[in-house]
Every structure is written in C-alpha cells, then in structure tokens.
C-alpha cells in the first residue's frame, strides 16, 4: 500500500508530535517544580532551615529533619558503596562464569525488584528489633542500604565490565598482579559510571518514606548518635501533609528535598567530570 | 650466533578443541630481533602470547611442550607468571595507555613493583621516554592525559611503559598496524636501536615491516612453523615452496 501522504508532509508532521511530547515531558516537569517552589517559598527562611520544629511541625523550622536525613544517608552511603563496589568487583572481575554468578546475579535483581514497604518490615524485624538497633539512624540506613544495593552492584558491575580489556592486558603484561590492575587501572575508568549509579540509588533512598517509617522512627529531636532515632524529611512530609498538621510547612520542607537532590546530582556531575578527564573526548 | 634467550619446544596450544599452534619449535636469539610472519589466523598472536604467558588468562586455553626462557621451562611448575612478565614486556596491536597522566602511564610498573621515591621515579620516566623517542614530544607536558596524545605517541608511549620496568625481551604484538606510515616509521626506528639492549619478537603481517626490522624470521601457516632462519635468507631464497608464495604475495 503506497501512502496518501507526501514524505515530506509526514516527515514535518511527525516533527511536530515529538516536539509536542517533547514540550509536555518539560511543561510537567517545570509546573510541579513551579507549584511546588511557589507554594513552599513563602516559609523558606532561615529559621526555617535552622530551627526545630514546635508543635508538631505547625511552626519553627525543620533542622532535624534534614540533619536526620543526612544522617541516614550516609550510613546508606558508607554501607552501600563498599559491600556494592565490592561484590560488583568479585562478580564483574573474579567469579567464573557459570552457576554461581547466574545465581547471584538473579539474587540481585530479585532484591531490586522487593516492593520497599516489605524492606521496611524486614528492616523492622531484622535490625531494629532482632538486631536490637532500636528505631535510628543505623537501622534506618541500613533498611536504606539493603533497598538501593542491587542498583550500585549491577551499575557497578556493568561499570568494570565496560572498561576495555586492553587496558587489563596492558597492566598485567607490566607484571601487575591481579588486584593491582583491577584497583589501580579497572576500578578507577569504571568510577564516573559506579557514580552515577551511586547516585541514583541515593537518589532513590533520599525519597524513601516507607522503609524509614519502620526503621528510622518519627522522632523531631535533633540525634546525638548513630543510635537514636530521627524523622527523615520525606516522612516529615507525609506527617505533615497527612494528618493536616501544616500545607505550607509541608511544601517548604518538599523544597529543601529538591534542592538536597539537586546539590547530590551536581556533585555527581563535579565527580564524573574529575575522573572523566582522561576518557576518550570527541 | 648469540646466545639463546627464548626457545620453544614442541609446543602445542589448544582453544577448548581447537588446536591453534602445532609443534612450534623454534629459538629466538638474546638482543636479536625475530619476526614472525603468516597470513591473518595462523597462530602468531598465540604463540607470542606463550612467551609472557598472556594465554592464561584465556579460558580452555591449554599449553603442551616447553618454552624455556634464559634455560626454565616457563610453563614449569614453581614459575610465577606476575614475576616473569616483569621480565618479558608485551606491546599490543592497540595503543592501550591507561587513563592516566603521561607520567603516571610511565610509572606505573616501577610504582606497581614498589618504588616510591619521587626521584627515582622522575629519573626512570624521563629515561623511559627518551629511550622511546617521546621525550621530545611530551617532556614538558608530563601531566597531560595520556589520551590526548596521538596513536603513534600513545603506541611510543606504550612502549616507554614496557621500558619502564626494565624487562630483558619486548614482545611486539602488530605494533604497527593501527597506525600510519609516518608514525610506523618512528616504531621501526625505535625497534632497531632497542635491539642493542632488549631481545625482541616481533609479529607482522607486513613482510617489507619483517624485511627491516629483523634479523631473523619465523613464517607461521595455519599453526606451523613452516620455516626459520635468518631474515635474509627467509626473504631471498626460502627453502619452502609456501614461503616463497606468501613473501611473493601470491597468497595471504
Ligand atoms: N581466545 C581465543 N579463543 C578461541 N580461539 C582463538 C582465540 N584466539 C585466537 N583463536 C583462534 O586461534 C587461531 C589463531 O589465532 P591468532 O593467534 O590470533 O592468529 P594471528 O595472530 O596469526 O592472526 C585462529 O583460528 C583464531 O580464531
Ligand atoms: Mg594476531
């Protein structure tokens, strides 16, 4: 069947619907970010960044919120990074191919693919009470760790596995020994790519209410140690929201989490940039 | 004729089922260059890969016979294969700098075997690089990113590397064929001053590369040797029929 319709007017119409799918993706985007900047502006000062909060959040500012929520994340960080780089690096540079990769690997995507409500329960059962870690920091960012796991290993691994053979060969042919090359040349060409995988779990973590809820508690006091609980800002949030405590609080505290997410994907561009600048530019 | 550094014998090596070298029996000269020739898949990767055992890293890949270097059997039990590549250093087809810095790419193996000492560093970079004929070009630039240079810097750099860690052979692996003529030129010129002081085997799938540079020939056909014997007498009368075809370039 030969089309009615010229080529060229085809060509021009399809143009125009990309660019109209285009536009809607960024109108979308720029009203939300617009909505929620407009609404939340007005309570952003600085007492609200730097007090804390009194009656339930109604009034005064959101500190441990976000001193919690950093908290978390680095526990999230400073877990996920070694054990993830870890097993990726064992997986991607030292298991046989075979069986027991297959099956790790299809553990992996299995935990990645556990709806996070059921790692909060598991978080629950496991580090808070079983452990004994009570509701806090460490529990909640590890519950943290376990949800955003599968994405820095498989990132990481794919990361390593895309890094040339021949700079491998060219380490080993130096009289390197295995570890030598897979730390000193491998791991660092795979960096910007394991970064950017990084980021995204912290990303994802950094949004997360239902694993903290279980984990980390609800407590509006500033913690002292890894060991007492905090409410982090996404929780803080859907409280505030939910039980009708505070609309304008609550969009103030949704813009301190977009900005705390914007700052983390800068600095993932500040790292990729770093190590990025002995890869091939075109 | 000088001493024997590298000599193979009967040696067989196998992919899984495949065998890709057969019987190969050969020696190669201290301080000599040996070329190895032969049209595309008959073996020369392969066997140069046996001399600083690249070929362990290939899985199913398995070795018979024995390839003595300085006197051991380096496919011997008690031989260390991280030990031994310190001592034979290996060109690829592909310049592979790391994404490093020009001076890191240099230091990388004395740094590697433990040195530390900046001056000791500085002093082995810099006579690496002259003796690869790059320090004219990269002397004052030694922070640069190794990338940026050009193919044939990156190949000479390369080969500054392999100096570096002051092995007594240097394996070429088609060290040319990524490259053209100018810079090609600049390696052969390089080869034949590194061979006052380095063994050298080199593979090639350009005769008139072979013609210059070496001093002897090994011509390879679907995994044999076919025949070896010093370079002007390969290229002017070889004694088999398939060597005179295949230097004629009436196949290959
Ligand atoms: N890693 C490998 N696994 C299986 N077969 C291989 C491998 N490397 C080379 N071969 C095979 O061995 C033969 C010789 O290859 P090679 O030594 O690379 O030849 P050349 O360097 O002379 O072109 C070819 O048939 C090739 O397909
Ligand atoms: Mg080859």
Aim: proline share 5%; with cysteine; glycine share 8%.
């Amino acid at each position: 069947m030969t089309s009615l319709i010229p080529p060229a007017t085809s060509d021009r119409a399809a143009k125009v619907m990309l660019w109209v799918s285009a536009s809607i993706a960024m109108l979308t985007l720029l009203f939300i970010l617009g909505y929620i900047v407009v609404q939340g502006l007005p309570v952003l000062t600085l007492s609200f960044l730097l007090e804390s909060p009194r009656l339930s959040g109604a009034e005064g500012g959101i500190l441990p919120a976000i001193v919690g929520t950093f908290c978390l994340l680095l526990v999230t960080l400073l877990s996920a990074v070694p054990i993830g780089i870890g097993a990726a690096i064992y997986l991607a540079e030292y298991a046989p191919e075979g069986v027991v990769t297959r099956i790790i690997s299809f553990g992996v995507e299995c935990l990645a693919g556990i709806p996070s409500i059921v790692i909060g329960l598991f978080g629950y059962a496991f580090l808070v009470i079983y452990l004994g870690f009570g509701f806090s920091i460490l529990s909640g960012g590890l519950a943290l760790m376990f949800m955003i796991l599968p994405w820095v290993v498989r990132v990481s691994e794919e990361s390593l596995k895309a890094v040339p053979g021949g700079l491998r060969e060219g380490s080993l042919a130096l009289g390197a020994t295995k570890w030598q090359t897979v730390s000193r040349v491998v791991l660092p060409s795979a960096i910007p790519g394991i970064t950017t995988g990084v980021i995204l779990g912290i990303g994802k973590a950094i949004g997360e209410t239902a694993v903290i809820m279980f984990t980390a508690g609800s407590s509006l006091l500033m913690p002292t140690s890894l060991f007492d609980p905090v409410r982090a800002l996404p929780y803080h949030l859907y409280i505030l929201a939910s039980e009708g405590i505070s609309d304008k609080m609550a969009y103030g505290s949704s813009v301190v989490l977009l900005v705390m997410v914007l700052v983390m994907n800068l600095a993932a561009v500040a790292i990729q940039r770093h190590y990025g600048r002995h890869h091939v530019r075109n | 004729m000088s001493e024997i550094e590298i000599e193979s014998r009967n040696l067989d090596l196998w992919y899984g089922s495949a065998q890709a070298l057969k019987e190969i029996t050969m020696a190669m000269p201290e301080k000599k260059v040996t070329a190895i020739i032969g049209p595309s898949g008959c073996g020369k990767s392969s066997f140069i890969r046996c001399i600083n055992r690249m070929n362990d890293l290939v899985k199913d890949c398995h070795i018979t016979g024995e390839l003595l270097f300085e006197g051991t059997n380096i496919y011997g039990n008690n031989v260390d294969a991280v030990e031994l590549r310190k001592k034979i250093g290996m060109v690829f087809q592909k310049p592979n700098p790391f994404p490093m810095s020009i001076y890191d790419n240099v230091a990388y193996g004395p740094r590697v075997h433990g040195l530390r000492n900046r001056e000791e560093l500085d002093r082995i970079v810099e006579e690496s690089l002259k003796a690869s004929a790059l320090w004219n070009e990269v002397g004052d630039i030694p922070d640069r990113s190794a990338i940026d240079l050009s193919g044939g810097q990156q190949q000479r750099l390369c080969i500054a590397r392999t100096l570096a860690v002051k092995p007594k052979v240097i394996l070429f692996d088609e060290p040319c064929s990524a490259l053209d003529p100018i810079s090609t030129a600049k390696i052969e010129d390089l080869i034949n001053t590194l061979k006052h002081d380095y063994t050298i085997v080199i593979v090639t799938h350009n005769m008139q590369q072979a013609a210059r540079v070496s001093d002897y020939t090994a011509f390879f056909l679907l995994g044999e040797l076919v025949e070896f014997g010093k370079t002007k007498q390969i290229f002017e009368l070889p004694e088999k029929k398939s060597t005179e075809d295949y230097i004629t370039g009436r196949f290959g």
